[in-house]
């Protein structure tokens, strides 16, 4: 497993170095109105990780947290 997980990085990086020596004299700048889009969805992204972050905290203190009432049997 460990030899085939780093045969698969060597030949990745390998094959990925004419990918980034590319020229980027091609590429397009993108615009103002395609940031503040792309920071938008990332805000609403943002914005839904921190109640779902408390809400997980707040599961796994349940879970592991001790119960402070016993059922007592009444036999």
């Known amino acids: 497993m460990k030899n085939t997980l780093r045969n698969t990085l060597i030949a990745l ?5 004419s ?3 590319a020229d980027q004299g091609s590429a397009g ?3 103002l109105l395609l940031s ?3 920071g ?3 805000l609403i992204v ?3 990780l921190v109640p779902a972050t408390i809400m997980l905290i ?3 203190k349940g879970l592991a947290g001790k119960s402070s ?3 007592k049997s009444s036999h």
């Open 19 to 21: 990918a980034f020596a």
């Open 69 to 71: 009432k016993e059922v």
């Open 13 to 17: 990086s390998f094959f990925s170095g």
């Open 29 to 31: 700048g993108g615009s």
């Open 40 to 42: 938008f969805f990332a």
């Open 46 to 48: 943002v914005f839904q």
């Open 58 to 60: 707040g599961i796994i």
């Open 36 to 38: 503040l889009f792309i």
